[in-house]
């Protein structure tokens, strides 16, 4: 059954005006933080770009790292890995709907995180080895706004590739997922069953941005002084590392100092990525509350802050000539 059938039967019934109630109270009431989150980014975006001298370069970098063929092609690949997620089987008993979600979330990141290392070697690496961030800082823009305004503009490009592929994510299991799942199980499933199934995905984009964002900044610091080849290793090793770090501080061998130490200072100076996945909560069909999300977001603010402090002091005293 249709949308449109859903809703003439909804009206037939008498109950038509609730249900769309409550399918507005997913905007109001369960999820005003997420959408109103993204307006004020948006809007604090907009002012930066087009009010600050940084803004012109976050510009640039942005539709610079759109036109690259690998953003392409990333979009249409996570699109089409999701598609075909939507009918193959995970052999779960009955928690395909979950496993099609982690999986979906997992795709956005992959996908978003590449941009991200790619376009900040491109961008900030191989311009400063061939001498074209010398033609920009002859103008009268600092270093520190060179720095900030590509990963300013970098973080945008990942901005919208989360913002596709998330709306992406949540369509397929509105319009294809949670039904064909519903009728291998042949169980009936309401239209607001299938939006609050698709709606628990929001939180998860807002952690998944807040990762991207966070290694963003450690690529672009990175790349103030290294070249692409290791930018991409250290990145993937940061990105490894600091989902392990819980493991590492809990591990047995804590009763070894030196294994002990360096467990904790690896959790002190990388960032705790693993706060960011929710593939348990998931699993349990837990909903992501707002202020575990308003924590992460507090936590990744500072550390971007410490890191583009970093390179700034990194790229100070970077010889360009």
Known sequence: MDLDSIRTASLDTGVGELTWSMVLSFFTKDYPWFFGGVAILLALLALF????????????????????????????????????????????????????????????????????????????????????????????????????????????????????????LVCLIIFLKAGIDAKESSKEITQLEK?????????????????????????????????????????LAIFVVGHLTPVMVQTKLQEVPFVKFVAQLLATILPALDNYNMSAAIAMDTKIPADYVGYNGIYSLCYISAIVLLAFILFEDRDLA
Do not use: H
């Not at 979950?98 to 900030?124: E, P, R, Y």
């Not at 939180?203 to 990762?211: C, K, Q, Y």
């Not at 991207?212 to 900044?217: D, E, G, I, L």
């Open 49 to 168: 770009n087009y009010y600050t001298r940084a803004g012109s370069i976050a510009r640039a970098t942005t539709k610079e790292a759109v036109r690259q063929p690998v953003f392409i092609l990333l979009l249409v690949v996570g699109t089409t890995i999701m598609l075909v997620n939507c009918y193959v089987p995970f052999f779960s008993l009955g928690e395909d709907t979950k496993m099609f979600i982690d999986c979906g979330l997992a795709t956005v990141l992959i996908s978003a995180l590449l941009v991200a290392i790619w376009t900040a070697s491109l961008s900030v690496a191989e311009e400063i080895e061939g001498k074209t961030a010398m033609t920009l800082l002859s103008k009268p823009i600092t270093r520190r706004q060179f720095i900030l305004g590509k990963y300013i503009g970098i973080t945008q490009t990942t901005l919208w590739m989360v913002l596709y592929l998330g709306t992406v």
């Open 195 to 235: 939006l609050a199934t698709a709606f628990r995905v929001l939180p998860g984009l807002a952690l998944v941005f807040m990762e991207v964002a966070v290694m963003t900044a450690i690529s672009v610091a990175i790349s103030t002084r290294l070249p692409m080849l290791v930018n991409m290793t250290s990145c």
